[in-house]
């Protein structure tokens, strides 16, 4: 599942006052796991966690990223060597990978 984002702008190419405001509290959340339960993601969850990366900002709004959701379990075992054999990856019921 590729996931293309655009930014809704207002008439003057401008960020709405509801989107702009609630960027900054959405970039200070951080929190990295490191052990997961053994079922899977829903997906309304899954559109929650992506809708801040819908809404944020680009230069001229090109939002030159790509985000892939991988479910598959061969696949993310796959991404373990690609990613610096962080094993936590094949542990995880999902992975949002970005690129951009």
């Known amino acids: 599942m590729v996931v293309r984002i655009r930014l809704p702008l207002d008439s003057g190419n401008h960020l ?15 929190y ?4 997961f339960q053994p079922h899977s993601v ?3 969850k899954l559109d929650r966690i992506l809708e801040p990366v819908r ?3 680009s230069g001229s709004n090109e939002q030159p990223w790509r985000f892939v959701v991988v479910r ?6 796959q991404l373990v060597a690609a990613c610096f054999d ?5 542990q995880a019921p999902v992975v949002i990978a970005g690129s951009g």
């Open 72 to 77: 598959d379990a061969e696949i993310r075992r």
């Open 86 to 90: 962080q094993q936590v990856l094949a």
């Open 16 to 30: 709405s006052p509801e989107v702009s405001h609630g960027f900054p509290r959405t970039r200070q959340v951080r």
């Open 55 to 57: 809404l944020a900002p």
């Open 42 to 44: 829903e997906q309304d």
């Open 32 to 35: 990295a796991a490191r052990s």
